[in-house]
T-cell receptor, first 110, second 117 residues
């Protein structure tokens, strides 16, 4: 079993839809949870981070962490064509390197 | 957020030559930098972790004699792909971590696309 599992998609939604992206993980020691957005041929860009369990909201983006279920989510409200990208979840414990999911390719259709 | 730059953004080289990629943290001092490679439609695979002033720590399966990493200052790390071969063609991305605890944000460079002919 991989440490971090993420459905690679692709996921295609109409403009304005609510998008739900998810990752599961097996290592209960993970403490920091991140979501990165990566456009084609570019480096990943940090969108959201959460420490331990809970919710965090930033504009149209909401990140949720459920440590009891080892499950994290990213919600995108009112999705836009400019949100079309690959979304990578990542997590770590302490100062260890980030462990990434495979990434989910999202297309928002106008 | 903080800015990490990489140079060059793309490079094409002949098989057997060496290529150096630079990674700079532009507005903060990074005690720790990471090097990743990414194949098309795949996730980022960590190659090595470099700490300023000490030897890099390589992930299992990564040849340290082939992928030379130098982190000589708090703002610069370099990756040299020695005797490159076509199978080394990939997207190489560096990342720098801010030193401030308790949460150390990790910022990524724009990546370098290496093509070995």
């Amino acid at each position: 079993q991989k440490e971090v599992e993420q459905d690679p998609g692709p996921l295609s939604v109409p403009e304005g839809a609510i998008v739900s992206l998810n990752c599961t993980y097996s290592n209960s020691a993970f403490q920091y949870f991140m979501w990165y957005r990566q456009y084609s041929r570019k480096g990943p860009e940090l969108l959201m981070y959460t420490y331990s369990s809970g919710n965090k909201e930033d504009g149209r983006f909401t990140a949720q962490v459920d440590k009891s279920s080892k499950y994290i989510s990213l919600f995108i409200r009112d999705s836009q064509p400019s949100d079309s990208a690959t979304y990578l979840c990542a997590m770590r414990r302490g100062n260890t390197p980030l462990v990434f999911g495979k990434g989910t390719r999202l297309s928002v259709i106008a | 957020g903080a800015v990490v730059s990489q140079h060059p953004s793309w490079v094409i080289c002949k098989s057997g030559t060496s290529v150096k990629i630079e990674c700079r943290s532009l507005d903060f001092q990074a005690t720790t930098m990471f090097w990743y490679r990414q194949f098309p439609k795949q996730s980022l695979m960590l190659m090595a972790t470099s700490n300023e002033g000490s030897k890099a720590t390589y992930e299992q399966g990564v040849e340290k004699d082939k992928f030379l990493i130098n982190h000589a200052s708090l703002t610069l790390s370099t990756l040299t792909v020695t005797s490159a071969h076509p199978e080394d063609s990939s997207f190489y991305i560096c990342s720098a971590r801010e030193p401030a605890p308790p949460y150390n944000e990790q910022f990524f460079g724009p990546g370098t696309r290496l093509t070995v002919l």
